[in-house]
């Protein structure tokens, strides 16, 4: 029974990765003998150099002239400012070439080798992103992933471009495809299969500050086997970094209770919002034309904003009012933002401060029914602003359009 291609692009990439982690090894055992040789070869050879020259050579009268002659030497640079005048200074200047020449270019070789191996990991997505903190990774691909990238990039401004890690399983042309555009100069890219560990490990995703894991176009598979890997990704993500920020694409909505055990504080079900939005147009409600307004402009009028410190607690009119200057028309409030394992975490230790047994069982069970990121639209003027809460609200709006 033949490899399919998916498997024959595995193992190369094993066998690719087998081979630099052989040639790391080999010449990380080999570094500290070539430093060590480096380092007797400057000793001696000064130590000689200054022996023999000494009291025969105006050029040569301390430590320092012994080893600036020696570093030029080795260098191969050849001032000429110092020049050996005895027979045995001159024999050491003869080791010195000979041994100093290669053992120099074995440095420049590995130096040369190391950026040569760090491009080659680059343009194939093999590269390791441990240093990277508070970045936004991003699983998947999509079949327009230009156009899903920039959209992306233009509603999370806070993250820059190179803070931005795509993570794939597709051919190193495709990210080259990418680069190749100017909105996306910046983004970093790395090949793996993001459902294993090791791949998230060299994301960095414990450190990284929001994962979002689509629902993946370049798997030649069903919907169920899709959203089987998405809810696998998010399973592993959570069990890795419980406290950051997941959001995640499923196909089929019957998948969206097993990410909602996981903790993940956002779900989208682009079949069932299709669905949706297909019956909303056979009615003939204009609602193509609103999701457009709401979605496809380049600022995005629908958004959220954080709620000011000052304001937490106060009414909801005040917070109308506060925005309503700032140019954002407010149709509602987002409770419980940000990440839900925090936020219960947080509510226990609140809700246990009381003494009285029976209200204690009372902020337990609100504990229990917490949820995160639910929509509060248009509530009542007196309504009180609750801690980790955002503002839903339309900004972009021409004048005269607004009521």
Known sequence: MGL????????ADRDEMTFLEKAKRISQRRAPRIALALLALFFASSVLILLFEKGFNMRVTSWWDAIWWTVVTVTTVGFGDVVPQTLGGRLV?????????GLVGIVTGRIASFLVEQKIKEERGLTSFKALKNHFVVCGWKNE????LRAIARVNREFPLDMILVVANVEPQ????????????GVRFMRGDYVEESVLNRANVQAASRVLVMADSSLQSKAEEVDARTVMTVLTIKSMAKDTYTCAELVDEKFARY???????????????????VANVSGGSGLVQIMRALFGAEEGSLSTRPVPS????????????????KGLLVIGLLENTGNIHMRKKRAIKDAQKTPDISKLVANLREVKELRGNQPVINPDPEYRVKPYSRVIGLSGLQEGHAS
């Open 174 to 185: 495709l990210f080259e495809n990418m680069k190749s555009i100017p909105e996306l100069k």
């Open 145 to 148: 992933m230009g156009k899903a």
């Open 310 to 325: 000052e304001l937490v607690g106060s009414r909801y009119q005040d917070i109308v009012a506060h925005f309503e200057d």
């Open 259 to 277: 990410l909602d055990l996981a903790g993940c504080e956002e779900i989208l079900t682009s079949r069932e919002f299709n669905r949706e939005l």
């Open 93 to 101: 200047g003869i080791m010195v070439m000979l041994f100093g020449v």
């Open 4 to 11: 399919t291609d998916k498997e024959v692009r595995r193992g």
